[in-house]
């Protein structure tokens, strides 16, 4: 049984590009959030998808935005990237009912 | 908004000894996680907490949910190698959304453990 699995693991950017981050979350789980990690800080909630919705929002401009698919997995995109963008994007599924998040081993983001 | 205080921020122990972190928020939480990370990885989930009291182990991991729900501590005892990481506690708030799904986690900034052997 597959974990959360997240791709590209590495990817470097340049001031103002877009990236596309995707997600697939572990077998039998409904929701998926994603989570900003900077280097030695805890992750940062940027926002949770359910039925294809966003549900919940974290303190990020909308320039992070994201979708859920009918299989349930997910994509996050960042427009317009700055510098401050570089981290670590981490996605975690779950269900709906219980409290229990699973990550995935995120991928790395430079913005150069 | 929601705060969590995590400490010690690292530790240096010897193999062998027990180790304990705690957390503490600024806000009531109605659930309490604790994950492991270690370099290059996501984080792994090690207990979760779910009722004020509640005391839950897994295997050398003891973790309680605190009796004013706005704090949780984690308990490894007898520490060895594969220990070191960083453990990060982390809660959720109390809304739940008639949508479905519940608030984000907000996490501590992590407790760095080495191990000396």
């Known amino acids: 049984d597959a974990g959360v699995t997240q791709s590209p693991t590495h990817l470097i950017k340049t001031r103002g590009q877009q990236v596309t981050l995707r997600c697939s979350p572990k077998s039998g789980h409904d929701t998926v959030s994603w989570y900003q990690q900077a280097l030695g800080q805890g992750p940062q909630f940027i926002f949770q998808y359910y039925e294809e919705e966003e549900r919940q929002r974290g303190n990020f401009p909308d320039r992070f935005s994201g979708h859920q698919f009918p299989n349930y997995s997910s994509e996050l995109n960042v427009n317009a990237l700055l510098l401050g963008d570089s981290a670590l994007y981490l996605c975690?599924?779950?269900?709906?009912?219980?409290?229990?998040?699973?990550f995935g081993e995120g991928s790395r983001l430079t913005v150069l | 908004g929601q705060q969590l205080n995590q400490s010690p921020q690292s530790m240096f122990i010897q193999e062998g000894e027990d180790v304990s972190m705690n957390c503490t928020s600024s806000?009531?939480?109605?659930?309490w996680l604790w994950y492991k990370q270690e370099p290059g990885e996501g984080p792994v989930l090690l207990i979760a907490?779910?009722?004020?009291?509640e005391l839950t182990s897994n295997g050398r991991l003891t973790a309680q949910f605190g009796i004013t729900r706005k704090d949780s501590f984690l308990n490894i005892s007898a520490s060895i190698p594969s220990d070191v990481g960083i453990y990060f506690c982390a809660g959720r708030g109390e809304r739940m959304y008639s949508g479905g799904g519940a608030d984000g986690l907000t996490f501590g900034k992590g407790t760095h453990l080495i191990i000396q052997p």
């Open positions: 806000s009531i939480f109605n659930t």
């Open positions: 907490l779910y009722k004020a009291g």
């Open positions: 975690a599924s779950g269900t709906v009912n219980t409290g229990e998040l699973f």
